[in-house]
């Protein structure tokens, strides 16, 4: 009975810690499946799994290294070696990384403060080196001490090379990993954790908003972060706060910021809805494991897609983008109309420029609509004598010219 009762227990461990090697998988939507990299979300307070999907799936972390980059800064400030008055001189080097960034001139400076929430708010790039540089002095040394630090905290599988995420083949984390590092920014620097709340920072004569718009979508949300390079695809670490548990979520791979907002907001509405009292699975269970990094979008096909799984409505092209955006909200609201279902998106395509440059033909689309309720609305305009045709998403690809062949029946 004893080695029975042992055998069993070698099973579910062996199960709790095996490596996850997929990379991809479907989630669900109110449209359809959507295609999703590794997710994952845990109790904080417990540090129990409560939703997760490859968690372990070798990823490049894009923006999301920042947060260790934070970590870091963090440490410095809790032990006294940085003030968040300080100055920090912008070298040549950090004025020269590229977008997204302040903007900050070679050899001018901005308070510890504002480069922390440089960092939080417009995911500034040049913030991040110059932060790197005055904690260690060069990007290189501070990107060892990223991955020590990663080390030290349970991070198995992660290895830093620059504290911005700018495109390295060797940096590289996982969900896993980057859910004990937000579970480990909010446990061990609870008087700095607020700023991941801040809503705008202006530098200069510019203001910058916030660009984890699922602090704002989602009721409890109070930070962390979003990321991306072609690579990498969209992602976010998010946490809420509700009825006083607080929830760590991250969600990586996605080919839309919207869908992968939506996606993350499902499985914190699934994860709340479990009550198992931390009995479940531990964050420090799941296993890494190995291979290469997901990879979302290839050399070349990084630009502007159609990646809705729902029917896209197309209401015209126009001259001018406000024209082409001015049709989206009495769609939508003939949409409510036909039933209650969910809203279709806005989607404007950018198609033809002259000359100089300039474009000069915008695609009006509801994008993301089911398939019958698309039909129904395209019915309604098209008995009223106005230009709609329905598009499914397959037929939706660059260089996107069934969408010029009728620009002049569409304005």
């Known amino acids: 009975m004893l080695s029975r009762l042992v ?22 939507t109110p449209t359809g499946p959507i295609s999703a990299g590794p ?12 939703q997760q999907q490859n968690a372990g799936a070798p990823w ?39 977008q997204t960034k302040l903007g900050v001139g070679p050899g001018q400076s901005v308070t510890v403060e504002q480069a922390v929430r440089g960092l939080v708010v417009r995911s500034a790039n040049d913030a991040a080196v110059a932060l790197a540089e005055r904690v260690s002095g060069n990007e290189g040394v501070f990107g060892q001490r990223m991955t020590a ?30 859910a004990v590092l937000a579970v480990a920014l909010i446990r061990d620097f609870p008087q700095y954790y607020p700023v991941f709340a801040t809503p705008e920072l202006s530098y200069g004569r510019i203001r910058f908003e916030r660009s984890v718009k699922f602090i ?27 009825g006083g548990r607080r929830l760590v979520g991250v969600g990586l791979g996605f080919r839309r910021a919207d869908l992968r907002d ?58 001018s983008e406000p024209a082409a955006r001015s049709l989206i909200e009495p769609a939508n609201a003939k949409l409510a109309e036909i039933d209650q279902g969910p809203p279709g998106r806005e989607w404007v395509l950018w198609l033809a420029r002259n000359q100089q440059g300039h474009y ?15 039909q129904k609305l395209c019915d309604f305009y098209r008995k009223a004598g106005r230009f709609c045709v329905v598009k499914r998403p397959e037929e939706i690809v660059s260089p996107y010219s069934d969408f010029l062949v009728a620009a002049a029946a569409a304005r």
């Open 7 to 28: 055998l069993a227990c070698c099973i579910c461990l062996a199960a709790a810690i095996a490596p996850a090697h997929a990379q991809f998988a479907k989630l669900e």
């Open 39 to 50: 997710v994952l979300v845990v109790d904080a307070g417990t540090g129990e799994v409560l």
């Open 60 to 98: 490049h972390p894009a923006s999301l290294a920042k947060l260790m980059t934070l970590y870091v800064v963090f440490e410095e400030l809790k032990a006294g070696r940085l003030r968040l008055e300080d100055h920090i001189a912008f070298s040549s080097n950090a004025s020269a990384m590229p």
């Open 149 to 178: 630090t990663a080390q030290r905290l349970g991070m198995t599988a992660s290895m830093f090379r620059n504290a911005s995420g700018l495109p390295d083949a060797a940096q590289v984390t996982t969900a896993r990993d980057l």
């Open 216 to 242: 704002d979508l989602y009721p409890g949300a109070d930070g962390m972060k979003t990321g991306f390079i072609c690579s990498s695809g969209f992602n976010l670490v998010a946490s809420a706060v509700r």
């Open 262 to 319: 939506e996606a993350v907001a499902r499985l914190f509405d699934d994860a709340y809805g479990k009550k198992s009292g931390g009995a479940g699975q531990q964050l420090w269970q799941l296993a890494n494991g190995g291979g290469a990094p997901g990879v979302v979008f290839g050399n070349g096909d990084c630009g502007v897609r159609y990646d809705f799984p729902g029917n896209a409505v197309w209401l015209g092209t126009y001259a």
């Open 360 to 374: 000069t033909r915008f695609a009006s689309i509801l994008a993301d609509v089911l398939p019958a309720r698309a």
